[in-house]
């Protein structure tokens, strides 16, 4: 009988195990096996309206999570005719913003998980029905889908899955100074808790000869922003 209980026991611990493996797949994974419900999310951005569409298996599909709203109400925004990026973009809210307040530049969405991708073309189409042709689409992880391309970007903003781990985002920010123009800026947020500190010192130390400046441009709520600027 205590084989039996000892058995079961296992099993339930296996089942949670793999329940928040489940969850946590919003971040990497292209394909998350979690089942598929949609939800809808509205959100006042920048004195404006936005409406979006979310689905299980993406990051924060409930609500719009503080950090990317902190992120959007206080992010640098370069003059129209832009080149920019929303990289990791989950269902697109940073980028739909841009192309929303700069309607002549060209917006980029990327992230490896075809679920987020799909409820970003369902948000472009619905927010920004009169701006579709200045904003596209790539399936990929972080800057692969631009391998094959000649692409520079003036902004790249993001909301990095520090989940995963801060030397994978540190190895990002040593690579994105390839695709920034001149003065191109690199734009993200990160939770205090999540390393901020850390980050900011570690770019100040290690990155100063890729970076112009580096700087962060405001905290709030436990939530400080950068902006690293190429030379």
Known sequence: MEHILDGM???????????MEKKNQHYSTQFPDVRVRVYS????LKHHLFFFKTVTGIFSFKQLDLGTKVFIEHMKIPEQGSILLDLGCGYGAIGIVLAYLKPKSTVYFTDINKRALWCAKENIRFNLSERIGKTILLQGSYFKPFENKSIKFDGV??????????????KLCEDVPRHLKSKGQFQFVI?????????QNYLTTHFSDLYETIEVTFKRSGYWIFCLTTK
């Not at 026991?9 to 329940?19: M, R, T």
């Not at 939770?191 to 980050?199: D, S, T, V």
């Open 9 to 19: 026991k296992s099993k339930k611990i296996k089942e949670k195990l793999n329940d």
């Open 157 to 170: 903003y993001m909301n990095p899955p520090l989940r995963k781990g801060r030397q994978e985002f540190l």
């Open 191 to 199: 939770k205090r808790k999540m390393g901020a500190e850390y980050i």
């Open 41 to 44: 999310v509205s959100e006042s």
